[in-house]
């Protein structure tokens, strides 16, 4: 299994997973056409997308879902509630995310690849969920915009080979940056986004030492710095004594990364 953040942060997220022969994305923020583009740049070939799956209904994650789906062919799959927006409504094929239970998605040739487990978040947008994707023992998990962290939320997401997590902000930055103050109080609220304190915080319950790699996520342009980040993160995995043995990366909001192995 292989994965790759198409687009990270505020103004769109996405990512791509290829699971033997089955390909999905996780989210698709972008528009249309800079998706494309993302999708070029991982070398994903004509007709290769076979599933496109949204965490939520908010524009940086939803906003091409369904012209995506319907472009690829490929199945969406949203939660119950989102299936009269706007964004989805455009897809051909369409089927209701199952919260909770785990289910396994369809390559072309009706294989059974990759195995999908979706958990809900808090988030002021309802019902947000974090991805868990299982190939044999191999485990890669995405979890952005999450308002407060959940140690339960965490025990059902750990064990993960590479781990996607939200270090969205800088608490200091936020308190004394630029946002109206109605924002800064729904970012840090208990439905918003999570500080890097509070990531590093859900990161001493998702880390094991099946972890290999980080990748840091979902950072603000205005309220942080990949530094910052980095530095919330290292201190974690050396109190857990991860430290050299964990790579982190952060995900860029302007360029496709490069495949990571799960
Ligand atoms: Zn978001
Ligand atoms: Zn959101």
């Known amino acids: 299994m292989h994965l790759t953040v ?43 997308l076979g599933h496109v799956l949204v965490t939520h209904a908010h524009l940086d994650h939803a906003r091409s879902a369904g012209k995506m789906a319907r472009q690829h062919g490929a199945m969406l799959h949203c939660p119950q509630a989102m ?5 989805v409504r455009r897809a051909k094929r369409l089927s209701t995310l199952p919260i909770g239970p785990s289910f396994a998605l369809e390559g072309p040739r009706g294989e059974r690849d990759v195995e999908v487990t979706a958990v809900n978040l808090p988030h002021d947008c309802s019902p947000t969920v974090a991805f ?9 998990v995405i979890l952005t915009d999450m308002g407060h962290e959940d140690r339960g939320i965490a025990v059902s997401l750990a064990g993960a080979n590479v781990l996607v997590l939200e270090f969205n902000h800088d608490e200091r930055m936020l308190e004394t940056g630029p946002y109206p103050w109605a924002l800064k109080r729904r970012i840090a609220g208990p439905q918003g986004h999570l ?21 840091l996520a979902h950072l603000s342009a205005t309220n ?25 990366l952060v995900a860029s909001q302007d360029e496709t990364g490069e495949p990571i192995a799960v």
């Open 6 to 48: 198409l687009a990270s942060g505020s103004g769109g997220n996405s990512a791509l997973i290829r699971a033997g022969e089955t390909s999905l994305l996780v989210d698709a923020g972008l528009t249309g056409a800079a998706m494309e583009t993302r999708l070029e740049a991982a070398r994903l070939g004509p007709g290769g």
């Open 195 to 215: 500080s890097n304190t509070q990531a590093a915080r859900m990161l001493q319950h998702l880390a094991s030492e099946r972890l290999h790699t980080l990748v």
């Open 132 to 140: 868990r994707f299982d190939q044999g023992a191999s485990r890669a």
């Open 83 to 87: 299936m009269s927006n706007a964004s």
């Open 224 to 248: 942080n710095t990949a530094e910052l980040a980095l530095e919330a993160a290292h201190a974690c995995l050396d109190g857990l004594g991860l430290a050299g043995r964990v790579r982190v």
